[in-house]
């Protein structure tokens, strides 16, 4: 099975530092990597697909990049509406998917 | 506009079932498989399985095998998730969600609200 990590687990920022958080997989998924972001409460939603592809009506301050095992999901210039905890996920196996245990950004 | 829309919150005791439902509305049903998602209080997504709408055949994640069974009623496009003799760490927040091709993978694209099931004697 693939397994994914995330890092850091939790990070402090302030309105309109530029955060970046990483995911890794366990062996390599080309570009199938996805993000979502979730806040307390709510169903996930998909922000990036296919490790660099912006979902539709996600702002452009989300950026995500990557390939193989390495991936990284970068919010320019955060905003109050950013803070929620981020996890990606492999879809490199199709339809057998694993999600990262996430990354928790709150207020500095 | 597409919609998943899943039954209300449970409270059920140990050893009895639950069944879930995620009614689903604004897309052709049959077009989309289903994923079912786990949350435990406090914790992270955990990837259940999901189910080929079409043919109503169910793929369970390492986990969730047993006493999991996913389903459908395609004449009300609906997939239904049953858990069977519970247990205190069944507790957690279950969400169904839509797969969509997604470059050369694929993505959970439309979520359900969530459902609570809280297993307490």
């Known amino acids: 099975d693939i397994q994914m990590t995330q890092s850091p687990s939790s990070l402090s920022a302030s309105v309109g530092d530029r955060v970046t958080i990483t995911c890794r997989a366990s062996?390599?998924?080309?570009?199938?990597l996805n993000w979502y972001q979730q806040k307390p409460g709510k169903a996930p939603k998909l922000l990036i697909y296919?490790?660099?592809s912006l979902q539709s009506g996600v702002p452009s301050r989300f950026s995500g990049s990557g390939s193989g095992t390495d991936f990284t999901l970068t919010i320019s210039s955060l905003q109050p509406e950013d803070f929620a905890t981020y996890y990606c996920?492999?879809?490199?196996?199709?339809?057998?998917?694993?999600f990262g245990p996430g990354t928790k950004v709150d207020i500095k | 506009q597409v919609q998943l829309v899943q039954s209300g919150s449970e409270l059920k005791k140990p050893g009895a079932s639950v069944k879930v439902s995620c009614k689903a509305s604004?897309?052709?049903?049959?077009?989309?498989?289903l994923n079912w998602v786990r949350q435990a209080p406090g914790q992270g997504l955990e990837w259940m399985g999901w189910?080929?709408?079409?043919?109503?055949?169910?793929t369970y994640a390492q986990g969730f095998t047993g006493r999991f069974v996913f389903s459908l009623d395609t004449s009300v496009s609906t997939a239904y998730l049953q858990i069977s003799s519970l247990k205190p760490e069944d507790t957690a927040v279950y969400y169904c969600?839509?797969?969509?091709?997604?470059?050369?993978?694929?993505?959970?694209?439309?979520w359900g609200q969530g459902t609570l099931v809280t297993v307490s004697s």
């Open positions: 969600a839509r797969v969509v091709r997604a470059g050369s993978g694929y993505a959970l694209d439309y």
């Open positions: 062996q390599s998924i080309s570009n199938y």
């Open positions: 604004g897309y052709t049903f049959t077009n989309y498989a």
């Open positions: 189910i080929n709408t079409n043919t109503g055949n169910p």
């Open positions: 296919a490790a660099s």
């Open positions: 996920q492999q879809s490199y196996n199709t339809l057998l998917f694993t």
